[in-house]
């Protein structure tokens, strides 16, 4: 129980620097940018997907929750969220690296989660360019629910309101979630991947999407264990990301959007995990 304790405060202390760069960079854009360079900043939003599929990519597992304030402020778009999410290798690298994996391995795998990660939110924004581009960016409401007195000048201080609020929420989110997952068991999420039958890429993508280290390690594990396919282990590896959808559900009120994110990574988790497999 206290490890469990202890791995929420941990994974909440390495996201820390993250959100308060998040935070301060929001800050800016409402209080010292002008309206007009605030306009341009927010116009050219179209590259997002591709940077944040490569961003992704990188061996941090705060990228997550960074783009879920992003998203919330609408300083990126959907199908940046969305790239970033599925490109997120969470814990698969240094697990990855510990067991001594062959790096043409590693590096293709995370090559292929950044390349459906941007292929995937080019499309989404796609679809959803339009509708975005009539939107403004919601940063003033962000300080509106966290009551931070963001009219004061003061931008560190409203960026260490935000991210103290912030921290806290996810270091009680992470704390219970570990808690859950203690009594269920890791063994008991591994076999539920050993099925053999087509619902496990619809298992595998469920159990990615668990707001935790632990969904990552489970599948990494089962997987260098040769106890399930490359196609069943990308199902859950793309819908890992870590906190980041959980911190999606509290920063963003709109609920129907949070929903059509999250379907839209658990189906591409699915789809793409059953062709992999299907092709190879």
């Known amino acids: 129980m206290w490890d469990c304790i202890l791995d929420g405060v941990i994974d909440t202390i390495k996201l820390l620097p993250f959100l308060f760069i998040v935070f301060l960079l929001l800050e800016f854009i409402e209080h010292k940018l002008s309206k007009k360079s605030q306009k341009v900043l927010?116009?050219?939003?179209?590259?997002?997907?591709?940077?944040?599929?490569?961003?992704?990519?990188?061996?941090?597992?705060?990228?997550?929750?960074?783009?879920?304030?992003?998203?919330?402020?609408?300083?990126?778009?959907?199908?940046?969220?969305?790239a970033i999410f599925l490109s997120t290798s969470d814990e698969m690298l240094p697990i990855m690296i510990s067991e001594k994996v062959d790096i043409i391995i590693i590096l293709s795998i995370i090559l292929f989660k950044v390349v459906v990660g941007i292929i995937v939110g080019l499309l989404v924004d796609l679809i959803y360019r339009q509708k975005e581009d009539k939107e403004h960016s919601h940063i003033h409401d962000l300080c509106d629910d966290e009551h931070c007195h963001c009219d004061d000048d003061n931008i560190?201080?409203?960026?260490?309101?935000?991210?103290?609020?912030?921290?806290?929420?996810?270091?009680?989110?992470?704390?219970?979630?570990?808690?859950?997952?203690?009594?269920?068991?890791?063994?008991?999420?591994?076999?539920?991947?050993?099925?053999?039958?087509?619902?496990?890429?619809?298992?595998?993508?469920?159990?990615?999407?668990?707001?935790?280290?632990?969904?990552?390690?489970?599948?990494?594990?089962?997987?260098?264990?040769?106890?399930?396919?490359?196609?069943?282990?990308?199902?859950?590896?793309?819908?890992?990301?870590g906190i980041g959808i959980l911190l999606l559900f509290k920063s963003n009120k709109n609920i129907k959007e949070n929903l059509t994110i999250l379907g839209i990574i658990y189906f591409v988790g699915v789809f793409v995990g059953f062709i992999v497999d299907l092709i190879i």
């Open 156 to 241: 560190f201080k409203s960026s260490i309101i935000h991210t103290l609020k912030t921290v806290l929420f996810i270091l009680i989110a992470s704390i219970l979630i570990n808690i859950i997952i203690y009594f269920v068991g890791e063994e008991v999420l591994s076999n539920l991947l050993q099925s053999n039958n087509i619902l496990v890429y619809f298992i595998s993508s469920l159990i990615g999407l668990i707001p935790n280290c632990a969904s990552s390690v489970v599948i990494t594990e089962v997987f260098l264990s040769n106890l399930i396919t490359i196609g069943v282990a990308l199902s859950g590896l793309l819908t890992g990301s």
């Open 42 to 82: 927010l116009k050219h939003k179209s590259k997002g997907p591709i940077i944040g599929g490569l961003l992704g990519g990188l061996p941090q597992c705060g990228f997550g929750a960074m783009a879920s304030s992003l998203y919330s402020t609408r300083v990126i778009t959907m199908g940046t969220i969305i």
